[in-house]
């Protein structure tokens, strides 16, 4: 298999964008990406997108070929594929992108992911996303995504030690990060006060515990490694790419506080890498909820179960901590456009081994990680990406 | 890139199955497949599964892992995604099986299709049919798809020689196809009367002209060819991969009768194979409506345009013509789960290769061409495949 390369990024501003349409938030995206790459549209040979409920938000299914029509290249007749796998959409978009390339089918492929939450009441949408969960076993009975990973979390804490102070870290640590970053739907610091204070949403996971409902879109193009140079001077390789999958109820699991998708999916992108935690400069993780970022850290391997509270108060996984841990602000001050999430993970490892990531700059990053969960852990993708 | 086969193909019996779920009649055509191929689960590697709208069908998103999960794998973590490209969700699953057993990252692939569909209302199901096509410019004014092809078909009697009687041809076709089919929807042969007699559906489309609303699921196990003989004495080999996309509305094409999609799609297969229509000696097409089936017949150049008529009347696609087509009995026969039918096309054919297609075999077939189509051809897979 070819070696590959992200020639290009770009990513709408995410947030409530009640001005603008499903199909022109992925095009303001994919604008950005080319860009960025200096390519051309009709440059491009393939595109997968990563979306999750396109069908339920905006009644829109076949979104490959909507994106590649309003991407003006229809014309070529290139393959565009979507991708679902809930909130894992983008991470897994990203991956079959990269299978295209390394397998010599492809060379210049887009990776997308978009999401339009908004156009549908708060109600449908905590409904469509429950889709993401098991229907029969988890949804018909009344489990939502906050009660599923508040069950997570009141079981983590009864055999673990993390103080709700040390899980409110995790999103004042990340809302620190958002608000130095111009794409995040909140720029606002906060404080843990401002976590303790907020409303219940389902105990112990509080407002400030949970990522947004949020609209946007990210773009990001791949080249085999060894064309990268013909469009950037700074490319950046993928140095792994690995996707596991679990039960997707979360109580038919061997063990609810471990990922046990994410141990699978980090222990394969260390493999192929042939690389440690140790090595990585910088993680993207899938905080949909300040447990799962506790969670994933673990899972990942930077430190022991049990570990990462202490780890977050301590501020390890701060923005000038040994492994800083979602310095682009993470799904919780970001925002989580489901489909749209895994590409802007990859979005901002990127930006920071390119040394363009502005005021939350790790400095001297060369190797990044992201991790894109969909469900509870049914599907896990992480990437390594270095330079 | 590795030579790819098909070592093991299923398939549930196609049609209105009240008893079972969505993810019971994957597990189910599964099963026959795995049966098939004499592969126990823990070697499967991967699953790529097709399908359009489960998401408003039943509620469910995050297919890939229920579908792992419910094949027993979950505990294996093996990836597994969902693609989705409306009625050509199979195809593109079947496609991206190929792509990642042809790129060297994974050896034994599952790909599968699926679609419950008869779990809501007519109404209702016309309608998340109608998010193939553009919600914004073609469903939100009115057009379903019977209306689309309607338009299609009118543009095509004006402008080339087709009788209402050849049209009905097809249908007469594939229900004699489909009583010698143990998995179609529909056993009966009908007559040009049956057809012509049948109720307005969108003028100048009978009842008889359309595909039925249809519950099932077809599975198929792909491995390297080197590695295809472990499993099977009759490996049948992938000769070509191609997609293509074209604009999602019908109105913005160059040319409404012609599916340029399917051009470029036949003839990207038939270039990458080292082929042409002479070769082929079978070929299953995406006939969601009678009208498609002369299009695709022209497209892929088994004819000139405007000839498929005459064809069609003179027996040349009948089971024992020079270029059967739709041996299976087709979407109309056969019914059309949308995810799934893609993986059918593919199931037929390899049947019919391996000589294995009972009372609608077709003597001595080498080489056979599956043709699967996403809306009203914003998306085409074509594939070739070859004993």
Redesign the interface.
């Known amino acids: 298999?070819r070696d590959v390369a992200v020639i290009g990024v770009g990513c709408t501003p995410f947030g409530e964008k009640w001005e603008t349409?499903f199909?022109h938030l992925f095009i303001e995206a994919g604008a950005l990406a080319l860009d960025d790459a200096q390519v051309a549209g009709e440059q491009i040979d393939a595109m997968y997108v990563g979306n999750?409920?396109a069908?339920?938000f905006?009644?829109?299914?076949?979104?490959?070929?909507?994106i590649?029509?309003y991407a003006g290249?229809?014309?070529h007749?290139?393959?565009?594929?979507?991708?679902?796998?809930?909130c894992s959409s983008g991470g897994?978009a990203f991956?079959?992108a990269v299978?295209?390339v390394?397998?010599?089918?492809e060379d210049i492929v887009v990776a997308a992911g978009v999401e339009k939450m908004t156009d549908v009441a708060t109600g449908a949408s905590v409904?469509?996303l429950?889709?993401?969960?098991?229907?029969?076993w988890e949804?018909f009975v009344g489990a939502t995504f906050p009660g599923l990973y508040a069950m997570l979390a009141t079981d983590y804490m009864h055999r673990y030690p993390l103080t709700r102070e040390q899980l409110a870290q995790v999103a004042v640590k990340n809302h620190y990060n958002g608000a130095r970053n111009p794409i995040a739907q909140f720029q606002q610091e906060i404080t843990i006060d401002t976590v303790l204070k907020s409303s219940l949403v389902a105990d112990p996971l509080r407002l400030f515990d949970c990522s947004p409902i949020t609209d946007g879109a990210a773009a990001v193009i791949l080249a085999p490694l060894e064309r990268a140079r013909e469009f950037t001077d700074t490319p950046v390789r993928v140095l792994a790419s690995a996707?596991?999958?679990?039960?997707?109820?979360l109580h038919?699991r061997?063990d609810i506080s471990t990922l046990?998708?994410t141990v699978?999916?980090g222990r394969k992108a260390f493999s192929i890498a042939g690389l440690t935690p140790k090595d990585i400069n910088l993680v993207e993780v899938h905080d949909c909820f300040t447990i799962a970022e506790i969670c994933a850290i673990e899972d990942l391997g930077f430190c022991k179960k049990g570990e990462a509270g202490k780890l977050t108060e301590d501020g390890v996984t701060s923005l000038h901590g040994s492994i800083p841990v979602n310095t682009s602000g993470g799904l919780k001050a970001c925002g989580h456009p489901v489909g749209a999430t895994g590409i802007k993970q990859v979005y901002e490892v990127v930006q920071q081994l390119r040394g363009e990531a502005g005021k939350r700059q790790v400095s001297g990053a060369k190797i990044g990680m992201t991790h894109n969960v969909?469900?509870t852990g049914?599907?896990v993708a992480v990437h390594i990406l270095g330079v």
């Open positions: 298999m349409s199909r999750m409920s069908g339920r905006v009644e829109q299914e076949h979104i490959g070929a909507l590649a029509d290249l229809a014309s007749h290139i393959p565009s594929t979507r991708v679902e796998a809930a897994l991956r079959q299978i295209a390394a397998s010599g089918m409904d469509t429950a889709g993401a969960a098991d229907r029969e949804g996707q596991a999958s679990d039960t997707i109820t038919d061997r046990d998708a699978a999916a969909g469900g049914a599907t």
